[in-house]
């Protein structure tokens, strides 16, 4: 049996939704720098 | 050690212990001893999540992998951001609307008792086994480099992190979490800090980092595929995942932290702040291990970090030889260095082959130690110690923390007092901390016969991790999976992972994904000749 806990937005963006596409961009790009980072400093 | 290393180690336990203490004065009752009562804001459970799942052998060794074999150990963290918004978007506020104490106790509103019980006791032999190898694995290192007998340092952490524990709860776990963090942070910074600012004059850092890059230690990504590879962006990204996933949403030692947040938001924010954080924190430990490395290429190393090691290199019949042979290839490497990479990686590749002719055994886990104890300022190897300190008692502390937890709720309560008043409960909980305190200091007491059994808990998690993934899949999105179903496709699943790590060799990440599945699609089959019975109120 679930309680009615309220579930309020995030505390910028406006939703949560939101946040989880920005993660998901965050996540890309750092595979991106990462990408970089090694491609830049192979032998 | 100097006395000003003992002052900063000394002052920093105290301050984050008693701090700890301080915060969780008010503790008067099981909700608030065992969830904080359920108001923690987001920042506090972030740290205290992230400090759960950094141990002292996360800082030891993973700075010692990246300077032995780069730094292709951060691909395993690349799932843990998807991982962390899947358990934002479902077991967050299922758990916190169940208003559970522990995530296996869902499982009986879900499925039945049965179930409930099946992967609680999964849960304690689990953890109970790591509790024991978190305290201990530092412990050996620290034996090694300092001399300290290994007794006397996991009693220091086990007294400590039992006294903060059973006395303030898991209040006291999260602020210390919270500080010991911080330190860590700090420890870290300084270390890179320090390898950065005692090279050479003539080597500035962006040569250092070529240098590192030359020497193949800068292998943050590796694109081709391999089953039985590691390392590579896809094992990290599905297998990582997978593992994220199971850790972070059915591991009752990560469950707990964010249980005690005070709303949903709350909860999800300190998850979303590791999604985001996590990957640079681990980009930073491993690169300061490559930044180790550059530093022994103008410093000349020991031929075997592990001191014990070494004085049985040195009664070799040709430990002479081996030396000789060492020191020319230092120097040679040394030479190359930004002038000729042919001739760099030829010494490098020199090196190696003479370090594998000692026998020795694997000194990946004393190379940092080394690093600190001889070339960091007065004050600093006390920070850096208070840091490899902090790490293992964040660790342990939780674990402690949550295995109380489930033996009470999951067990004691559930099945042997079931209508005790509150009191009752909340003197339950300190005593099952106590007791899985001292557990874990024996246990670690037992260590050198844990040699091997070290890797077997390794193996243990990664055998039951996917199955329990699987059981809050089922959970959480299968409804037509009733509860003998559900416990039937545990056991499949774990026979499942069995199967393969006797039939395919593949890398560990795999087994959670194999479990995971291996559950789903069983539950889904079993669900058609084992329909699902309506579940009763649960007795908690």
């Known amino acids: ?43 | 050690m100097r006395l000003l290393d003992w002052i900063v180690l000394v002052v920093s336990l105290v301050f984050v212990i008693g701090y700890g203490l301080w915060r969780s004065r008010s503790t008067s009752t099981t909700e608030q001893y065992l969830l904080a009562g359920r108001e923690m804001p987001w920042y506090a459970m972030a740290l205290s999540i992230m400090a759960t799942q950094a141990s002292a052998i996360t800082f030891i060794s993973t700075t010692g992998q990246a300077y032995a074999d780069g730094m292709r150990f951060l691909q395993m963290y690349l799932g843990l951001p998807l991982a962390m918004i899947l358990i934002s978007m479902t077991a967050v506020p299922i758990f916190h609307r169940a208003r559970v104490y522990t995530a296996y106790e869902y499982l009986e509103q879900r499925f039945d008792v049965k179930t409930r019980t099946l992967v609680s006791i999964v849960f304690l032999i689990q953890r109970g086994l790591g509790a024991g190898v978190a305290l201990y694995a530092p412990a050996i290192v620290l034996t090694v480099i300092f001399g300290w007998p290994d007794y006397m340092t996991t009693a220091i952490m086990g007294v400590l992190v039992v006294l903060y524990t059973t006395l303030g709860g898991i209040r006291a776990v999260t602020w210390t979490d919270f500080q010991q963090m911080i330190i860590m942070m700090i420890g870290l910074v300084a270390a890179l800090l320090t390898a950065i600012w005692l090279m050479p004059p003539e080597v500035s850092f962006l040569d250092a980092v070529k240098t590192a890059g030359v020497a193949g230690r800068l292998n943050a990504l590796v694109t081709t595929f391999s089953w039985s590879d590691q390392y590579n962006l896809f094992s990290g990204l599905i297998g990582g995942m997978f593992l994220s996933l199971a850790y972070f949403g059915c591991d009752q030692s990560q469950v707990q932290r964010y249980l005690t947040g005070r709303s949903i938001a709350q909860s999800r924010l300190s998850l979303l702040f590791n999604a985001v954080a996590k990957l640079p924190m681990q980009f930073l430990i491993l690169f300061t291990g490559a930044m180790v490395f550059v530093f022994y290429i103008h410093v000349q190393p020991p031929l075997i970090f592990h001191p014990g090691e070494m004085k049985k290199v040195e009664q070799r019949a040709d430990a002479a030889q081996l030396q000789q042979r060492y020191d020319q290839a230092w120097k040679a490497r040394r030479a190359a260095v930004g002038r000729d990479d042919a001739a760099f990686l030829q010494a490098q590749s020199d090196i190696d082959t003479v370090r594998k002719q000692t026998g020795a055994t694997n000194d990946t886990n004393f190379i940092f130690l080394t690093f600190v104890t001889h070339y960091l300022p007065a004050g600093l190897v006390g920070l850096v110690m208070a840091s490899i300190f902090a790490a293992a008692m964040s660790t342990i502390s939780a674990e402690v923390n949550s295995l109380a937890t489930v033996s009470v709720i999951d067990i004691y309560k559930r099945h042997f007092a079931q209508n005790a008043s509150d009191n009752h409960y909340l003197w339950a909980s300190r005593a099952f901390t106590a007791l899985w305190g001292v557990y874990a200091v024996f246990a670690a007491g037992f260590g050198r016969s844990l040699g091997s059994l070290i890797e077997a808990v390794n193996m243990v998690g990664s055998f039951f991790y996917g199955s329990l993934l699987g059981a809050f899949i089922l959970a959480f999105y299968v409804p037509r999976v009733g509860a003998n179903a559900a416990f039937l496709a545990i056991l499949a699943g774990e026979a499942a992972v069995v199967t393969v790590h006797f039939t395919w060799k593949i890398s560990f990440l795999w087994y959670n994904v194999v479990g995971a599945l291996a559950v789903v699609a069983a539950g889904l089959l079993l669900s058609f000749v084992l329909p699902k019975t309506p579940t009763a109120t649960p007795a908690t």
């Not at chain 1, 937005?9 to 890309?28: A, D, E, K, N, Q």
């Open chain 1, 1 to 43: 049996m679930l309680n009615n806990v309220p579930d309020d937005p995030p505390p910028f963006l406006g939703s949560w939704r939101r946040i989880y596409i920005v993660v998901v961009v965050y996540l890309c790009a750092f595979i991106g720098l990462l990408a970089l980072f090694t491609r830049s400093f192979r032998p």
